[in-house]
């Protein structure tokens, strides 16, 4: 199996759909204007993502001392090790036991997930993959189904272009903005673990690999936190700390954020009223409405990416949704993931119609 072409008339989304779904083993090289990356699969499971020229934030070494996880020196000592024996860096670190082998598995994912997120990104370049044997430090690999990239390279792609609007420099500092939330706005549990590391002198991106959560989630996270008051940004030493706002303003920045909060949880309201009266779902939660429209939409693509792949295979879209399954482009259950309710498809000249039983608009191609 040997694949050629253009991003521009076949996405990596749908690329990594198809490699996913034949269980594929082999090299995927995505070239573009600025880079070349390079992604290895193993029996469809994506097991090394890598960028040429190397991006200074993805590499290892520098990953594992951000994240407190090895000391300078002993990073130092590895690459010198590593540089003589010919050996990989992770594999010297794993001998010496100057890192845990659990560190640096998820250290590794965080850098292959990173990297494959920034290929969502990408509008133009060319892609080659050859189906064969890859050589990888399997012990020390955790392999990342594409589905799950599939899944998160979606919202990546939706809500980067506003994260980048609301923090567009990594190297911004927060602090936690003054006075007591505790009793009027308490966090979860993951965005809390982000909260308590701000400190005014650590930036975005030390943040980004203490918190271990990714570049996406992390700026989603504190998106949300600017958002609900809750930290403030650190100016340069030059122009001084920022001042503590008065009490007063801080008030009225409170009670304007309870009023917007009543009024969405009033819209979301109604969204659930009307989404019941429609027929599409019948849930007692907003929130499971919300995830279960987020999952509809996203199936929806991959089913889309699907049919694109059926025509580049055998070129022509397929009689009924069934042909995919039969063609080993997705499963049965697909058909009917997230609500158990049959998708609607119908040929439509030079394209088709996909209509997912709970989203209300259709897809046209």
Same mark, same amino acid.
């Given at each position: 199996? %040997?694949l $050629?072409g253009?991003?521009? =008339?076949?996405?990596? /989304?749908?690329?990594l759909?198809?490699?996913?779904?034949? $269980?594929?083993s082999?090299?995927?090289?995505v070239?573009?204007?600025?880079?070349?990356?390079?992604?290895l699969?193993?029996?469809?499971?994506?097991?090394d993502a890598?960028?040429?020229?190397?991006?200074?934030?993805?590499?290892? +070494?520098?990953?594992m001392?951000?994240?407190?996880?090895?000391?300078p020196?002993?990073?130092?000592?590895a690459?010198?090790q590593? &540089?003589e !024996?010919?050996?990989?860096?992770e594999?010297?670190?794993? $001998?010496t036991? %100057?890192a845990?082998e659990?560190?640096?598995?998820?250290?590794k994912?965080?850098?292959h997930?990173?990297?494959l997120y =920034?290929? *969502?990104?990408? &509008?133009?370049?060319?892609?080659?993959?050859e @189906?064969?044997?890859?050589?990888y430090l399997? &012990?020390?690999?955790?392999?990342?189904s594409?589905?799950q990239?599939l899944?998160d390279?979606?919202?990546?792609?939706?809500e980067?272009?506003?994260? %980048?609007r609301q923090?567009p420099?990594?190297?911004?500092? *927060?602090?936690?903005?003054?006075?007591d939330f /505790?009793s009027?706005?308490?966090?979860?549990p993951?965005?809390?673990r982000?909260?308590?590391?701000?400190?005014?002198?650590?930036?975005?991106?030390?943040?980004? *690999?203490l918190g271990?959560?990714? $570049?996406?989630?992390?700026?989603k996270?504190l998106?949300?936190l600017l958002?609900r +008051?809750?930290?403030e940004?650190?100016?340069?030493?030059k122009a001084?700390p920022r001042?503590?706002?008065p009490?007063?303003?801080?008030?009225?920045?409170l009670?304007?954020? +309870?009023a917007f909060?009543v009024?969405v949880?009033?819209?979301?309201?109604?969204v659930?009223l009307n989404?019941q009266? /429609?027929?599409?779902?019948? +849930?007692p939660?907003?929130? @499971?409405? !919300?995830?279960?429209?987020?999952?509809a939409r996203?199936?929806?693509?991959r089913?889309?990416?699907?049919l694109?792949v059926?025509?580049l295979?055998y070129g022509q879209?397929?009689?009924?949704?069934q042909?995919?399954?039969?063609?080993g482009?997705?499963? %049965?259950? =697909?058909?009917? *993931?997230?609500?158990? &309710?049959?998708?609607s498809?119908q040929?439509?000249?030079?394209?088709f119609?996909l209509?997912?039983?709970?989203?209300?608009?259709?897809?046209?191609?």
């Amino acid at each position: 199996m %040997a694949l $050629k072409g253009t991003l521009r =008339d076949f996405g990596i /989304s749908e690329i990594l759909q198809l490699i996913g779904q034949q $269980k594929k083993s082999g090299t995927l090289v995505v070239t573009g204007p600025q880079a070349v990356v390079t992604v290895l699969f193993d029996g469809g499971q994506i097991v090394d993502a890598a960028t040429r020229p190397a991006v200074p934030e993805y590499d290892l +070494g520098m990953m594992m001392t951000r994240a407190g996880l090895i000391h300078p020196a002993q990073l130092e000592m590895a690459q010198a090790q590593s &540089k003589e !024996s010919l050996q990989p860096l992770e594999l010297v670190l794993q $001998k010496t036991k %100057a890192a845990a082998e659990e560190d640096l598995r998820e250290m590794k994912r965080l850098r292959h997930l990173e990297t494959l997120y =920034d290929l *969502f990104l990408w &509008k133009d370049g060319e892609y080659a993959f050859e @189906a064969g044997p890859v050589n990888y430090l399997a &012990k020390l690999v955790i392999p990342v189904s594409s589905e799950q990239v599939l899944m998160d390279g979606y919202r990546v792609k939706d809500e980067w272009p506003e994260l %980048a609007r609301q923090i567009p420099d990594l190297n911004l500092r *927060f602090r936690r903005a003054p006075g007591d939330f /505790s009793s009027i706005d308490r966090l979860d549990p993951e965005d809390d673990r982000i909260y308590r590391l701000l400190d005014g002198q650590r930036t975005v991106q030390d943040i980004i *690999f203490l918190g271990r959560r990714g $570049k996406f989630e992390t700026l989603k996270t504190l998106a949300r936190l600017l958002e609900r +008051g809750r930290i403030e940004v650190v100016v340069s030493a030059k122009a001084g700390p920022r001042r503590p706002a008065p009490e007063a303003p801080r008030r009225r920045t409170l009670a304007f954020s +309870g009023a917007f909060f009543v009024l969405v949880l009033l819209m979301l309201n109604g969204v659930r009223l009307n989404v019941q009266r /429609s027929g599409w779902l019948a +849930g007692p939660r907003v929130e @499971a409405d !919300s995830r279960l429209g987020l999952l509809a939409r996203c199936q929806t693509e991959r089913l889309r990416n699907g049919l694109a792949v059926y025509r580049l295979c055998y070129g022509q879209r397929p009689a009924e949704l069934q042909d995919l399954v039969r063609a080993g482009l997705c499963r %049965a259950s =697909d058909l009917r *993931f997230p609500a158990g &309710k049959a998708y609607s498809y119908q040929r439509t000249g030079d394209g088709f119609r996909l209509e997912s039983p709970i989203l209300s608009a259709a897809e046209e191609k």
